[in-house]
């Protein structure tokens, strides 16, 4: 038997499935890998009590409470509209387009945008086969209609994807006399223009005031 086989072997008579089984399950999650997973899977049975059963109390709070607001697909846990669409205290007549829920969580982080947001879940990819239907831009439209809105911030990565997207949906409002601006991108704070791609100089000097 070769050291490898022996080694695999031995790992899994030394562990029982239902532990195997959970190592795969966290390993799949974004950023871990099976190493990853067995670090966490050991600190978190070593430590049942400060460190599993929370987890798994918050987890099975947020399997139950946590869902998808019908209004901007931002997730939250709600009776009917998440506590940003509901909060009146924030702008109905500006709504942010983000990608996902992440770039969402990213944005309210500054604490420096108060209006709503509309989260697409997607962008246009020729290569993935993702057209304009991934958008949901006619709910959109139906949104910023019934709320008076008067500018949407097309609030994008700066990729082949996210710039195409940008362009299409600013294209699409075009008509319907609501104002349509983009994230500026440029030159980051703190960044030397030695170390700047070719792109970020380039949006730095057509955004330039």
Known sequence: MCLKNFFHDSGEKLMGPDIETLIQKISRLPGL?????????????????????????????????????????????????????????????????????ADLWAIERTSCFRGQYHILGGLLSSLEGKGPEVLMLDKLVHRCNANGVTEIIVALSATVEGQTTDHYIKNFFSSQNIKATSLAHGIPVGGELDYLDDGTLFAAFSARG
């Open 33 to 101: 890998g099976p190493r990853s997973a067995r670090r966490i899977v050991i600190h978190m049975l070593k430590n049942r009590e400060i460190s599993l059963e929370p987890l798994l109390l918050s987890m099975s709070r947020v399997l139950k409470n946590v869902k998808t607001c019908p209004v901007c697909s931002n997730i939250d846990a709600f009776d009917d509209i998440c506590s940003i669409c509901s909060d009146k205290t924030r702008k109905n007549d500006v709504i942010c387009i983000v990608e996902s829920v």
